[in-house]
T-cell receptor
Framework: DGGITQSPKYLFRKEGQNVTLSCEQN?????MYWYRQDPGQGLRLIYY???????QKGDIAEGYSVSREKKESFPLTVTSAQKNPTAFYLC???????????FGPGTRLLVL | KQEVTQIPAALSVPEGENLVLNCSFT??????LQWFRQDPGKGLTSLLL?????REQTSGRLNASLDKSSGRSTLYIAASQPGDSATYLC????????????FGEGTQLTVNP
């Protein structure tokens, strides 16, 4: 099956802890994106990557970091600097040919 | 800065009714507009994508229109079914933002049997 996988489905973070959310795609897409969704709100862009070894900040990058060492993978780290990390995190990918963004199932991050 | 607004925030209709969801955007310089569906606790599924040069797109019981000059799009759902219950989000791809999308806050639709 082609698609985007995110893990884990639920993640619990302790105070001062860094946590990493996984995003993998086998669609051969060049571009990948991380969004944050808060209850009753739309999606806000955290980081995006148009190509391997390159990424750009989105609208709410503070307290987050990413890497893009492989085309298939775009992990997101929520650092201790992010003071309000509780949210639903969505990863997406797209190709320049199709333009539509395809989304993973999401990871819900909760703070203990 | 591009802003996207969706009205209403929530809508409840009886099964079988035809309905319209609205999306407005502040800057008409866009490449395209997309409508997505999101079920509770799930990711987004793309429903329709309208290029800036197009006026509408259709898929089954769904029809999306785009009036770029007025900054508006509508999603028409014919003969609604309980399975259509979900949150519907629209997103535009501004010409100033590369491949980035700007999303509205969504309309939560409930179709009652």
């Amino acid at each position: 099956d082609g698609g985007i996988t995110q893990s884990p489905k639920y993640l619990f973070r302790k105070e001062g802890q860094n946590v990493t959310l996984s995003c993998e795609q086998n669609l051969n897409h060049d571009a990948m994106y991380w969004y944050r969704q808060d209850p009753g709100q739309g999606l806000r862009l955290i980081y995006y990557s148009q190509i391997v070894n390159d990424f750009q900040k989105g609208d709410i990058a503070e307290g987050y970091s990413v890497s893009r060492e492989k085309k298939e993978s775009f992990p997101l780290t929520v650092t201790s600097a992010q003071k309000n990390p509780t949210a639903f995190y969505l990863c997406a990918s797209s190709s320049s040919a199709q333009e539509t963004q395809y989304f993973g199932p999401g990871t819900r991050l909760l703070v203990l | 800065k591009q802003e996207v607004t969706q009205i209403p925030a929530a809508l409840s209709v009886p099964e079988g009714e035809n309905l319209v969801l609205n999306c407005s955007f502040t800057d008409s310089a866009i490449y395209n507009l997309q409508w997505f569906r999101q079920d509770p606790g799930k990711g987004l599924t793309s429903l329709l994508l309208i290029q800036s040069s197009q006026r509408e797109q259709t898929s089954g019981r769904l029809n999306a229109s785009l009036d770029k000059s007025s900054g508006r799009s509508t999603l028409y759902i014919a003969a609604s079914q309980p399975g259509d219950s979900a949150t519907y989000l629209c997103a535009v791809r501004p010409k100033t933002s590369g491949s980035r999308l700007t999303f509205g806050e969504g309309t939560q639709l409930t179709v009652n049997p």
